[in-house]
């Protein structure tokens, strides 16, 4: 399978307590995403990644959230302190600079399948 | 003003219809549209990309963009029930994310 994967699918856990969520990008994908997205709503932005380089946090984006891409492959989103509220699906995206349809920047994102958390 | 508008509905169209779905969005810079569809309890899907002003044919769908009105559309001509899902709205532009709408739930009605 060549697509974005993502693990654990799901997670629960009591509030307070830390979680780790990891991504592996499509292999020839240098940006990678990372979303939030709870019922009824669309994917919330949470960060992203040029190649290692983690070029944008979202403003909404408590302290309590940081992710890395050490390497630049894959990635992982730690929510440290955990808090209900915190209960989502949290998303993973890949996608290459260029599209050859466009020609130029695009922005084609390729979802993976999703990890679940549930904080008690 | 939402970056990214879209009508939650549902949308109940019956089965062999055409189904209309719209965007509008407030960055005129954006210059490339994507609809992705979503089913209950998956991760959204890419169907559709648009970059030019006018239409945009593949199979059943059909994106329409108009930069100057801002504003994007999704057309499902031959409405299937396997197409009933939420439809995801995401323009991209000089900020190198996709902001993503709250989406349309799509049901086809056999």
């Known amino acids: 399978d060549t697509g974005v994967s993502q693990d654990p699918r799901h997670k629960i856990t009591k509030r307070g307590q830390n979680v780790t969520f990891r991504c592996d990008p499509i292999s020839e994908h240098n940006r990678l995403y990372w979303y939030r997205q709870t019922l009824g709503q669309g994917p919330e932005f949470l960060t992203y990644f040029q190649n290692e380089a983690q070029l944008e946090k979202s403003r909404l984006l408590s302290n309590r959230f940081s992710a890395e891409r050490p390497k630049g492959s894959f990635s992982t989103l730690e929510i440290q302190r955990t808090e209900q509220g915190d209960s989502a699906m949290y998303l993973c995206?890949?996608?290459?600079?260029?599209?050859?349809?466009?020609?130029?920047?695009?922005?084609?994102?390729?979802f993976g399948e999703g990890s679940r958390l549930t904080v008690l | 003003q939402k970056e990214v508008e879209q009508n939650s509905g549902p949308l109940s169209v019956p089965e062999g219809a055409i189904a209309s779905l719209n965007c509008t969005y407030s960055d005129r810079v954006s210059q490339s549209f994507f609809w992705y569809r979503q089913y209950s309890g998956k991760s959204p899907e890419l169907i559709m990309s648009?970059?030019?002003?006018g239409d945009k044919e593949d199979g059943r769908f059909t994106a329409q963009l108009n930069k100057a009105s801002q504003y994007v559309s999704l057309l499902i001509r031959d409405s299937q029930p396997s197409d009933s899902a939420t439809y995801l709205c995401a323009p991209g532009g000089a900020t190198n994310k996709l902001i993503f709408g709250t989406g349309t739930l799509l049901a086809v009605q056999p």
């Open positions: 995206a890949s996608s290459s600079l260029w599209s050859k349809e466009a020609g130029a920047l695009t922005g084609e994102l390729f």
């Open positions: 648009i970059y030019s002003n």
